[in-house]
C-alpha cells in the first residue's frame, strides 16, 4: 500500500476511534458514522477480492453506496473509472472499452447500455471479460475522462498518492475555518468533488452525498433552483465545491435574500473562468469563496485562494505539493502530482506539464490565468468543449454550411449559423440545430443560436485563407450577440 493510502487509511480509523458516533456519510434516507464506515467498506473489499478484477466502473448517483464503493476500490488498490452521468451512451461506452473495466456498479437505467456494451449481470454487478489489451498505466488508482473535448474523451491515469497528496492539501487549505459539514453538489465522478469528500472524511467532518435528483441538478447545466436552494437550508452545509453558474446562482439567491450563507464557512470555485465581479457579488453577500485552479492532468487542484490568502480575480497561490512557473509564452507549467500517462499511451516521464492556459504571476506569488493557448472552452458550468467537434456535428446535418459556437463561461452554448441556401427558413435551421444536438451530450449541444446576415470570408477577416474561422476576430465582432444570455436564475430552473 502507497505510503498517502496508508496514511488516509489510518485517519479513517482514527476517527472510528475516537469519534465512532459521528455521522461519515448522509445521504438521501441512510446515515453511516465513523466507526462503522470501515467496516462497510471492508464487506465492499472483500467482494471485489472475490471477483478478481483489475478495472472497476461506478455508474452510481451520489449517495452513501457510491462513496462506500469509491472507498473499498481505492483500499483494494484496484483502478476505479468513475463514469460521469453527464456522458452520452456513446462516451459511456467509449470508457468502459478503452478502459477494459470488468466489473461495472451501475444505476437500474444504464441496464440496456451495458448490455450492448456485452456486459452481463451477476449479482450487485455487470460483468465482462477483457477482450482487449491492458493499456492501463501500472499504478493506476483514479483513471477520469476528460468531460469531452470531444466525442471520444481521454483517460487520465492517477496515482493513489497524487490524488491524496492533494487530498491532504485541500483538508490543510480548509483547516482554518473548520469546515464539519461538507455537502457535495456535483456528481463524484467529476475528479474536483471527488477529492473533496476524501478531504472532508480526512478531517472526520460529515460528508453530504445527496442524489443529483434530490438537488434538483438535470444533466450538465440543468437546476430546480427553489429545489436546491431548500434542500441546502435543510442540511445547512459548512462547505461546498461550486463551478462558477451554481456560485451566480447562490450569488443571486442570497442578494434576494432566498438563501443564508451565514452557516457556509468555505466555498471552493473552479472547473471554469470566473468574473472578478462575481466573486465580489459574493464577498457582499456573505458568501466565503475562493477561487483555485486544477486540472484532471495534475490530480486536481494546483493553486488555491485561501482566508488567509486571498485576492479576488487570482486562482490563488501553488499549494504546497506542486511548483509552477511560467513557459516564455506565458504558459502555465506544473511539476507535482502529475499524471501516470493517458490511458494507452506512453508514460508521462517530464516533470513539468504544460498546461495550455496562459498566465501570470502578482509580486505576492498570486496566479492569474489570461486565456487558453488553444480553442477549447469551458463553459460556466465547468464543462470543456471542443467548439469544432460541435460545429461539425452541425455542418454536416445538410442545411448548414458555416457554424461557430462559443460557450467561454456561459451557462449554455451559443452558434452563429449560415445556410447553403439564403432562403432556408429558420424553422430548418432550428431542425437542423435539434438533429446535430441528438448526437451531443448536453453540455456540448446547442442552446442558443442566431442566423448571420453574411458569411465568413477571407474577405472580411473572418476566414483564413484555407476556410478556417478565425475565432478570435469572429469573437471581437459578434462578442455582444455571443454573451448574451437570459439571467442565471431563469436559465437554471
Known amino acids: 500500500m502507497s505510503p498517502e493510502l496508508e496514511r488516509f487509511q489510518r485517519a479513517l480509523l482514527e476517527h472510528a476511534e475516537r469519534t465512532p458516533h459521528a455521522i461519515a456519510l448522509w445521504g438521501d434516507h441512510r446515515q453511516v458514522d465513523y466507526a462503522t464506515l470501515m467496516v462497510e467498506v471492508g464487506n465492499r473489499q472483500q467482494q471485489l477480492r472475490e471477483e478478481r478484477v483489475k478495472v472497476v466502473a461506478l455508474a452510481l448517483d451520489n449517495g452513501v453506496d457510491s462513496m462506500l464503493w469509491d472507498l473499498a476500490i481505492l483500499f483494494e488498490e484496484l483502478t476505479c473509472l468513475a463514469l460521469p452521468p453527464f456522458f452520452s451512451s456513446a462516451q459511456h461506452q467509449h470508457c468502459l472499452e478503452q478502459s477494459q473495466a470488468g466489473l461495472v456498479i451501475a444505476e437500474p437505467h444504464l441496464e440496456t447500455s451495458l448490455q450492448v456494451a456485452g456486459y452481463a449481470k451477476s449479482g450487485a454487478f455487470w460483468r465482462r471479460d477483457p477482450r482487449g489489451q491492458d493499456r492501463m498505466h501500472e499504478g493506476t488508482a483514479k483513471?477520469?475522462?476528460?468531460?469531452?473535448?470531444?466525442?471520444?474523451?481521454?483517460?487520465?491515469?492517477?496515482?493513489?498518492?497524487?490524488?491524496?497528496?492533494?487530498?491532504?492539501?485541500?483538508?490543510?487549505?480548509?483547516?482554518?475555518?473548520?469546515?464539519?459539514?461538507?455537502?457535495?453538489?456535483?456528481?463524484?465522478?467529476?475528479?474536483?468533488?471527488?477529492?473533496?469528500?476524501?478531504?472532508?472524511?480526512?478531517?472526520?467532518?460529515?460528508?453530504?452525498?445527496?442524489?443529483?435528483?434530490t438537488l434538483g441538478i438535470q444533466g450538465a447545466n440543468g437546476v430546480d433552483t427553489p429545489q436546491l436552494l431548500g434542500f441546502l437550508a435543510s442540511r445547512m452545509p459548512q462547505s461546498l465545491i461550486l463551478v462558477p453558474q451554481l456560485l451566480q446562482l447562490l450569488v443571486s439567491a442570497a442578494e434576494h435574500k432566498a438563501f443564508d450563507p451565514r452557516h457556509l464557512r468555505f466555498a471552493a470555485v473552479g472547473g471554469a473562468r470566473v468574473s472578478e465581479a462575481l466573486l465580489l457579488r459574493a464577498q457582499r453577500a456573505g458568501l466565503p469563496v475562493f477561487e483555485g485552479y486544477g486540472l484532471s492532468e495534475c490530480a486536481s487542484v494546483v493553486c488555491l485562494n485561501q482566508p488567509d490568502a486571498h485576492r479576488p480575480g487570482s486562482v490563488g497561490k501553488p499549494l504546497p505539493h506542486v511548483q509552477i512557473r511560467l513557459a516564455a509564452d506565458g504558459e502555465v507549467l506544473i511539476k507535482g502530482s502529475t499524471l501516470l500517462g493517458y490511458l494507452g499511451d506512453s508514460p508521462h516521464t517530464d516533470q513539468w506539464w504544460p498546461s495550455g492556459d496562459l498566465g501570470e504571476f502578482d509580486p505576492q506569488g498570486f496566479l492569474y490565468l489570461k486565456g487558453r493557448k488553444k480553442h477549447q472552452f469551458v463553459t460556466s458550468f465547468g464543462r470543456n468543449v471542443n467548439p469544432e467537434w460541435v460545429e461539425a456535428e452541425l455542418t454536416q446535418c445538410g442545411h448548414i454550411a458555416q457554424a461557430f459556437v462559443y460557450g467561454e463561461a456561459l451557462p449554455g452554448n451559443h452558434a452563429l449559423l449560415w445556410p447553403h441556401e439564403p432562403d432556408c427558413p429558420d424553422e430548418q435551421l432550428a431542425a437542423a440545430v435539434?438533429?446535430?444536438n441528438e448526437a451531443l451530450p448536453d453540455y456540448a449541444q446547442v442552446h442558443r443560436w442566431s442566423r448571420l446576415e453574411h458569411p465568413f470570408t477571407p474577405a472580411n477577416g473572418l476566414l483564413t485563407a484555407n476556410g478556417r474561422p478565425r475565432r478570435d476576430a469572429i469573437v471581437e465582432r459578434y462578442h455582444a450577440q455571443l454573451t448574451q444570455w437570459p439571467c442565471a436564475e431563469e436559465t437554471a430552473s
Open 434 to 436: 435539434a438533429q446535430a
Open 143 to 213: 483513471l477520469t475522462f476528460t468531460s469531452g473535448t470531444t466525442g471520444t474523451p481521454k483517460g487520465v491515469c492517477l496515482s493513489a498518492d497524487s490524488i491524496l497528496r492533494v487530498t491532504r492539501e485541500l483538508d490543510q487549505a480548509s483547516r482554518g475555518t473548520d469546515p464539519r459539514h461538507h455537502l457535495a453538489l456535483l456528481p463524484l465522478a467529476i475528479l474536483l468533488e471527488n477529492i473533496g469528500c476524501y478531504a472532508a472524511l480526512y478531517a472526520g467532518a460529515t460528508l453530504s452525498l445527496p442524489s443529483q435528483k
